[in-house]
Protein backbone atom coordinates (compact mmCIF):
# COMPACT_ATOMS: atom_id res chain seq x y z
CA UNK A 1 0.00 0.00 0.00
CA UNK A 2 2.70 2.28 0.97
CA UNK A 3 4.99 2.42 -2.52
CA UNK A 4 1.17 2.76 -4.22
CA UNK A 5 0.05 5.31 -2.35
CA UNK A 6 3.51 7.52 -2.48
CA UNK A 7 3.48 6.54 -6.55
CA UNK A 8 0.45 8.52 -6.36
CA UNK A 9 0.90 11.37 -3.76
CA UNK A 10 4.44 12.39 -5.75
CA UNK A 11 2.90 12.42 -8.91
CA UNK A 12 0.34 15.19 -7.80
CA UNK A 13 2.98 16.55 -5.88
CA UNK A 14 5.36 16.73 -8.54
CA UNK A 15 2.93 17.87 -11.26
CA UNK A 16 0.66 20.37 -9.21
CA UNK A 17 2.88 21.80 -6.63
CA UNK A 18 6.77 21.57 -8.53
CA UNK A 19 5.18 22.31 -11.69
CA UNK A 20 6.39 18.97 -13.93
CA UNK A 21 5.11 17.44 -16.74
CA UNK A 22 2.87 13.97 -16.96
CA UNK A 23 6.51 12.64 -18.65
CA UNK A 24 8.92 14.64 -16.19
CA UNK A 25 6.61 13.18 -13.18
CA UNK A 26 6.33 9.78 -14.58
CA UNK A 27 10.61 9.63 -15.06
CA UNK A 28 10.84 10.53 -11.50
CA UNK A 29 8.31 8.25 -10.10
CA UNK A 30 10.20 5.34 -12.08
CA UNK A 31 13.33 6.49 -11.49
CA UNK A 32 12.80 6.19 -7.67
CA UNK A 33 11.36 2.85 -8.44
CA UNK A 34 14.33 1.52 -10.21
CA UNK A 35 16.73 2.38 -7.70
CA UNK A 36 15.50 -0.62 -6.00
CA UNK A 37 16.92 -2.57 -8.52
CA UNK A 38 20.41 -1.34 -7.31
CA UNK A 39 19.76 -1.94 -3.28
CA UNK A 40 18.16 -5.42 -3.16
CA UNK A 41 21.25 -6.80 -4.19
CA UNK A 42 23.38 -5.48 -1.77
CA UNK A 43 20.84 -6.01 0.93
CA UNK A 44 21.20 -9.80 -0.48
CA UNK A 45 24.99 -9.69 -0.05
CA UNK A 46 24.30 -7.93 3.46
CA UNK A 47 22.10 -10.71 4.45
CA UNK A 48 25.19 -13.39 5.16
CA UNK A 49 26.16 -11.07 7.42
CA UNK A 50 23.00 -9.70 9.22
CA UNK A 51 20.11 -11.49 9.77
CA UNK A 52 16.97 -11.43 8.07
CA UNK A 53 15.16 -9.64 11.13
CA UNK A 54 17.02 -7.11 11.99
CA UNK A 55 17.31 -6.01 8.00
CA UNK A 56 13.32 -5.94 8.04
CA UNK A 57 13.67 -3.99 11.23
CA UNK A 58 16.40 -1.35 9.82
CA UNK A 59 14.23 -0.91 6.92
CA UNK A 60 11.15 -0.13 9.14
CA UNK A 61 12.69 1.54 11.04
CA UNK A 62 14.33 3.96 7.79
CA UNK A 63 10.56 4.60 6.88
CA UNK A 64 9.31 5.90 9.61
CA UNK A 65 12.20 8.59 9.70
CA UNK A 66 11.96 8.90 5.79
CA UNK A 67 8.24 9.78 6.82
CA UNK A 68 9.37 13.26 8.55
CA UNK A 69 10.22 14.46 5.29
CA UNK A 70 7.18 14.11 3.24
CA UNK A 71 5.02 16.12 4.91
CA UNK A 72 4.58 19.65 3.56
CA UNK A 73 5.21 21.75 7.22
CA UNK A 74 5.35 25.04 5.75
CA UNK A 75 3.49 25.22 2.71
CA UNK A 76 5.30 23.69 -0.75
CA UNK A 77 4.03 26.03 -2.99
CA UNK A 78 5.96 28.83 -1.33
CA UNK A 79 9.17 27.61 -1.58
CA UNK A 80 8.91 24.81 -3.97
CA UNK A 81 12.55 24.54 -5.28
CA UNK A 82 13.87 24.41 -1.60
CA UNK A 83 11.23 21.62 -0.53
CA UNK A 84 12.02 19.54 -3.83
CA UNK A 85 15.36 18.25 -2.96
CA UNK A 86 14.60 16.93 0.86
CA UNK A 87 10.78 15.69 -0.85
CA UNK A 88 13.02 13.30 -3.18
CA UNK A 89 15.51 12.12 -0.96
CA UNK A 90 13.55 11.21 1.41
CA UNK A 91 11.14 9.76 -1.01
CA UNK A 92 14.06 7.76 -1.93
CA UNK A 93 14.80 6.07 1.36
CA UNK A 94 11.10 5.30 1.49
CA UNK A 95 11.02 3.64 -1.23
CA UNK A 96 13.98 1.60 -0.76
CA UNK A 97 13.68 0.70 2.78
CA UNK A 98 9.92 -0.56 2.24
CA UNK A 99 10.77 -3.06 -0.53
CA UNK A 100 13.57 -3.99 1.58
CA UNK A 101 11.46 -4.40 4.21
CA UNK A 102 8.43 -6.04 2.49
CA UNK A 103 10.98 -8.66 0.41
CA UNK A 104 12.47 -9.86 3.89
CA UNK A 105 8.75 -10.76 4.42
CA UNK A 106 9.15 -13.83 1.95
CA UNK A 107 12.20 -14.79 3.21
CA UNK A 108 10.12 -16.07 6.85
CA UNK A 109 7.54 -18.09 4.95
CA UNK A 110 10.14 -20.81 4.69
CA UNK A 111 11.13 -20.05 8.38
CA UNK A 112 7.98 -19.94 10.05
CA UNK A 113 5.66 -22.69 8.00
CA UNK A 114 5.76 -26.19 6.98
CA UNK A 115 7.01 -27.04 3.71
CA UNK A 116 3.86 -27.86 2.21
CA UNK A 117 2.63 -24.72 3.25
CA UNK A 118 5.48 -22.09 1.86
CA UNK A 119 3.40 -22.03 -1.45
CA UNK A 120 -0.23 -21.12 -0.27
CA UNK A 121 1.06 -18.90 2.52
CA UNK A 122 3.19 -16.50 -0.13
CA UNK A 123 0.46 -16.71 -2.63
CA UNK A 124 -1.71 -15.66 -0.02
CA UNK A 125 0.72 -12.98 0.50
CA UNK A 126 0.89 -11.79 -3.27
CA UNK A 127 -2.65 -11.56 -3.27
CA UNK A 128 -3.19 -9.09 -0.16
CA UNK A 129 -0.07 -7.18 -1.37
CA UNK A 130 -2.29 -6.50 -4.75
CA UNK A 131 -5.11 -5.60 -2.83
CA UNK A 132 -3.21 -3.15 -0.85
CA UNK A 133 -1.73 -1.77 -3.94
CA UNK A 134 -5.03 -0.81 -5.11
CA UNK A 135 -6.05 0.75 -1.55
CA UNK A 136 -3.23 2.30 -1.15
CA UNK A 137 -3.62 3.86 -4.64
CA UNK A 138 -6.90 5.58 -4.24
CA UNK A 139 -5.56 6.67 -0.84
CA UNK A 140 -2.10 8.78 -2.48
CA UNK A 141 -5.06 9.95 -5.28
CA UNK A 142 -7.53 11.40 -2.52
CA UNK A 143 -5.69 12.06 0.14
CA UNK A 144 -4.00 15.09 1.18
CA UNK A 145 -0.21 14.92 1.76
CA UNK A 146 0.23 15.46 5.22
CA UNK A 147 -3.28 13.20 5.86
CA UNK A 148 -1.18 10.46 3.64
CA UNK A 149 1.58 10.99 5.52
CA UNK A 150 0.37 10.44 8.92
CA UNK A 151 -1.90 7.27 7.30
CA UNK A 152 1.55 5.82 5.99
CA UNK A 153 3.21 6.89 9.31
CA UNK A 154 0.72 4.72 11.40
CA UNK A 155 0.27 1.89 8.87
CA UNK A 156 4.47 1.87 9.23
CA UNK A 157 4.53 2.20 12.84
CA UNK A 158 2.00 -1.12 13.06
CA UNK A 159 4.51 -2.66 11.00
CA UNK A 160 7.30 -2.07 13.10
CA UNK A 161 6.12 -2.97 16.45
CA UNK A 162 4.41 -6.18 14.69
CA UNK A 163 7.50 -6.73 13.42
CA UNK A 164 9.09 -6.34 16.68
CA UNK A 165 6.87 -8.51 18.64
CA UNK A 166 6.22 -11.53 16.06
CA UNK A 167 9.55 -11.93 15.39
CA UNK A 168 10.83 -12.39 18.79
CA UNK A 169 10.06 -16.44 18.43
CA UNK A 170 12.32 -16.67 15.59
CA UNK A 171 15.58 -18.15 16.05
CA UNK A 172 18.59 -18.11 13.77
CA UNK A 173 19.64 -21.33 13.29
CA UNK A 174 22.73 -22.53 15.15
CA UNK A 175 21.82 -21.11 18.63
Not at 81 to 91: D, E, G, V
Request: one cysteine or more; hydrophobic letters at 50%.
Amino acid sequence: MVICAWEMSATNIVQNVFGWSIQSSALLVGGMIFTTLFVLPLVGKLSYRILDVKIERYGLLICLGSMLGLFDYLGWEEKPWTTLLPYMLFSFLLINAITVSVTQHYSHVSKVTDVHLHEPMQMGMNTVGFFSRGVGSVAGDFLTPNALGALMTALLATMAALNICLTKQLKPKGL
